[in-house]
């Protein structure tokens, strides 16, 4: 497996992936209405993440098998097709954490290292930008992975969806060393 920056050309399938993957990951902690509605509302793919050359797609036999990316951006929602832009002011390395976002394992290729390669990337590309923490919203199928990593809920946000569904992700933080 190696790890390389996604390309442009890819955006679609990798918002595809992003898409798949809450689905079937997150299908035994959701309804199926809360799933849906958090797959509408909620899981985007960030395509600044790829103009920004700061996204990672994990490739196997060519091909991909997982992606994720960190951000200089303010902003910790997905903003790809289904979602809309978030805030696009550039972060301060020295005050402000590194948003993670957009991390996906293609469904049946779980638990076998791939997620946790590409935080670890993340990580090390984030650090030697000069931030000196993480934060990310995870949804019920991601919060275990990151725990196991060292990041901790700091608090549950509160997302009112247009279908009425109220969905809680953890937004969760951790220090890394400069």
């Given at each position: 497996?190696?790890l390389?920056?996604a390309r442009?050309e890819?955006t679609?399938?990798l918002?595809?992936?992003?898409q798949e993957?809450a ?8 309804t199926p209405h809360?799933?849906?509605s958090v797959l509408?509302y909620a899981i ?12 990672l797609?994990?490739?196997e036999?060519?091909a ?5 990316g960190?951000s ?12 809309p832009r978030?805030d ?8 402000d954490?590194?948003?993670l976002?957009?991390f996906?394992?293609?469904?049946g290729?779980?638990?076998?290292g791939i997620?946790?390669?590409?935080l670890a990337?993340?990580?090390s590309?984030?650090?030697a ?5 993480l934060e ?5 199928a991601?919060?275990?992975?990151y ?6 809920v700091v608090?549950?946000n509160?997302m009112?969806?247009?279908?009425g569904l109220v969905?809680h992700?953890a937004?969760?933080t951790?220090r890394i060393?400069?």
């Amino acid at each position: 497996m190696i790890l390389r920056p996604a390309r442009s050309e890819e955006t679609r399938l990798l918002d595809q992936l992003v898409q798949e993957s809450a689905r079937v990951l997150n299908a035994p902690y959701l309804t199926p209405h809360e799933a849906r509605s958090v797959l509408q509302y909620a899981i985007g793919f960030d395509l600044r993440l790829v103009e920004d050359g700061t996204y990672l797609v994990a490739e196997e036999d060519g091909a991909i098998v997982g992606g994720g990316g960190w951000s200089r951006r303010g902003s910790l929602a997905g903003d790809g097709p289904v979602g809309p832009r978030g805030d696009d002011g550039r972060l301060d390395p020295a005050h402000d954490a590194a948003p993670l976002r957009s991390f996906f394992v293609r469904p049946g290729l779980a638990r076998r290292g791939i997620g946790t390669r590409l935080l670890a990337a993340c990580e090390s590309a984030a650090r030697a930008a000069g931030f000196g923490a993480l934060e990310l919203l995870a949804t019920p199928a991601g919060e275990q992975l990151y725990r196991a990593r060292g990041f901790e809920v700091v608090e549950r946000n509160e997302m009112r969806h247009p279908d009425g569904l109220v969905f809680h992700p953890a937004r969760m933080t951790k220090r890394i060393r400069r």
